[in-house]
């Protein structure tokens, strides 16, 4: 059934509409399966399902907490019941789709089967991966990562630590444009002695460990030299350096994708190179350098946990720091979960952001790369 | 205007890109207020480079470039402020991407001209009607035929109100069915009294709209002339050979 007969059973009032193109996904090509396709794709994805779902239901039939119970259900026999099922239904659809897509005569019926197939390959390495777990000692594991009761006690220190997290990376980053732009123009100067230092400057801070750079700063030119500054101020300039240095480069590598002809146009008109610059060439080149400069805000948020090495006071702590810390007092693991939690937390909203405003900027009518 | 009449003179104008490629080579030409003069020549001859030239979006290794009584090659003149006064239209029109019909024209008006937003809307609005696309000037160039965007590009430098206009090939990149509307804007403007110099194959746009003709071969001018006459009886053995290949 295709979207276009729906649509003329309704009275479509436009019949000349052009029709969607097929769509490849399960659901229109349900029509199209043939016996052994349905199998394939019916078994892959209950094996799947089975490896989550019937792992969540013995969990939650010897109960989340307290942590000893989760170590029970992971090691009982039900649990290895619902493994070695999946893994059965698995291969089962493994198999069934491999045949079947060579039997297939249509492309539904052979989408169904790779399908299939597919999620039953899925389902058996998941499943394969839990079995093997299950042979260590899950329960001091299960101590050392899942003692969710503990984090209660720190709900507002990891608060606090994930805006420390992103104050650190947005400060950095904004510092870190600021600096790209600058030295990205100065990188494309005709001038040598111009171009010069920001190449070293460009070179250094890509070169050497973003690691290196906030102990040397700290330790060596803050501390050695005996200087008033905090070490929180010290992290962020470090960062926007560090940040400055990769956005010089794509900016550099932006504002070199327009072509020629614009910036002509531009002097042509009358404008001086700053200008042309400012008014006509970074504002197409800042829309195609969005993508790789999310990547590197991204790379940044990540990199802020580095500053564990220098020593923060409870409040300046971001998510990594909070994390030994607490991980010090309790000897308990749980507290890095919480972490890379928190991470994720931030970053992928940042993610999917920048791919809206990405896909709104080229649909747009702004004529982008005409 | 120069001290001896003309609008544009060159004097003994070379061009180099690098060390090897030698492109003009000893280009005198004065344009005096008015003409249309229109640039010919096989490709790679040079003619590009030599309308180049004229605004110093290339600069000549040597020789001399005065327009309007202002001595461009000079290192102490305001090239930005010189630049206003000349008007330039690209082969690939060059619009802005970012900008609708309006801004394109606009931009340079309020930033370089400094003129109020209003007085920059109304003369870029005026423009665009004098080349027949007032209802378009909230469409960005992605939205517009080659057609449309190379006569935006006309109007975003006569709305500058320059003294000379030059066109770079400005039909080659267009479909055969868009050319004429762009040549009629230009013979419109030729008729208005505006001093032109056009690189062109369009050689029907030669003959009727140029009020001289330049063949240019290997960076010298070859023969110039009045164009219906020399279409008729081309004086010079190279230029006789390159009229029979195009027309």
Redesign the interface.
């Known amino acids: 059934m295709s979207v276009g007969e729906g649509a003329a059973a309704a009275g479509d009032p436009l019949p000349d509409e052009p029709r969607r193109p097929p769509d490849r996904g399960l659901r229109h090509t349900a029509g199209e399966q043939t016996p052994l396709s349905s199998l394939a794709l019916a078994a892959g994805a209950g094996g799947l399902v089975l490896v989550f779902a019937g792992s969540a239901a013995v969990a939650t039939a010897y109960g989340w907490t307290p942590t000893e119970s989760l170590a029970e259900a992971i090691t009982s026999p039900a649990q290895l019941v619902v493994l070695l099922t999946s893994i059965g239904l698995g291969a089962l659809a493994g198999i069934a789709g491999l045949l079947g897509a060579r039997r297939a005569m249509t492309k539904g019926a052979r989408e169904g089967a790779i399908s299939g197939a597919a999620l039953g390959l899925q389902a058996i390495v998941l499943a394969g991966f839990l079995l093997w777990f299950r042979n260590g000692d899950v329960e001091r594991f299960a101590r050392q990562f899942f003692d969710f009761a503990l984090l209660s006690d720190f709900t507002d220190r990891f608060l606090r630590a994930a805006g420390n997290t992103v104050v650190l990376a947005l400060s950095g980053e904004a510092i870190g444009i600021a600096l790209g732009l600058v030295f990205a123009v100065f990188a494309l100067s005709s001038r040598r002695v111009v171009r010069a230092p920001a190449r070293a400057y460009i070179n250094f801070f890509r070169g050497t460990p973003l690691l290196w750079q906030l102990s040397f700063f700290f330790f060596g030119i803050v501390l050695g030299l005996q200087l008033d500054v905090g070490v929180y101020t010290v992290a962020i300039l470090v960062f926007g350096l560090n940040a400055g240095a990769y956005s010089a480069e794509i900016f550099r590598a932006g504002i070199q994708s327009i072509e020629r002809g614009q910036f002509e146009a531009a002097r042509s008109l009358g404008m001086s190179y700053l200008m042309a610059l400012r008014l006509v060439i970074l504002p197409q080149a800042i829309r195609r350098v969005i993508p790789p400069l999310t990547n590197e805000f991204v790379i940044l948020i990540k990199d802020t946990s580095l500053v564990v090495v220098l020593g923060l006071t409870l409040s300046q702590q971001e998510l990594l720091s909070t994390a030994r810390d607490i991980y010090a007092q309790t000897f308990n693991a749980t507290p890095f979960l919480a972490a890379a939690a928190g991470y994720l937390a931030i970053t992928l909203p940042m993610i999917r952001v920048v791919t809206w405003l990405e896909r709104r900027l080229r649909s747009g009518l702004t004529g982008i790369g005409a | 205007m120069n001290s001896d009449g003309s609008l544009v003179r060159l004097e003994d104008v070379h061009k180099w890109f690098g060390d090897d490629l030698y492109v003009l080579r000893g280009i005198d030409l004065a344009v005096t207020p008015s003409e249309v003069v229109v640039v010919i020549g096989p490709s790679g001859s040079g003619k590009s480079t030599l309308l180049r030239t004229i605004?110093l979006?290339e600069e000549p290794t040597e020789g001399r470039v005065l327009f309007d009584g202002v001595d461009l090659t000079d290192i102490r003149t305001d090239l930005?402020?010189a630049?206003?006064g000349?008007?330039?239209v690209?082969q690939?029109f060059?619009?802005?991407?970012?900008k609708t019909a309006l801004g394109n024209i606009t931009?340079?008006l309020r930033?370089?001209?400094g003129l109020s937003r209003e007085e920059a809307r109304e003369r870029a609005v005026e423009q665009l009607r004098e080349v027949g696309l007032e209802e378009k000037a909230d469409a960005?160039?992605?939205?517009l035929s080659g057609g449309q965007q190379q006569r935006v590009?006309i109007a975003?430098?006569l709305a500058?109100r320059p003294k000379l206009m030059l066109f770079d090939e400005v039909t080659s990149a267009l479909d055969p069915e868009l050319v004429k509307e762009v040549l009629d804007v230009m013979q419109r403007l030729a008729g208005e009294g505006m001093t032109m110099v056009v690189v062109t194959h369009e050689m029907g746009f030669a003959r009727e709209v140029g009020t001289r003709l330049l063949f240019i071969d290997h960076g010298q001018i070859v023969e110039e002339g009045e164009p219906r006459e020399m279409f008729a009886s081309p004086g010079h053995e190279r230029t006789r050979q390159f009229l029979a290949q195009v027309l």
């Open positions: 605004n979006l930005n402020a630049r206003t000349i008007g330039l690209f690939q060059n619009l802005f991407p970012h931009l340079a930033n370089v001209l960005y160039p992605g939205q590009a975003r430098a500058m």
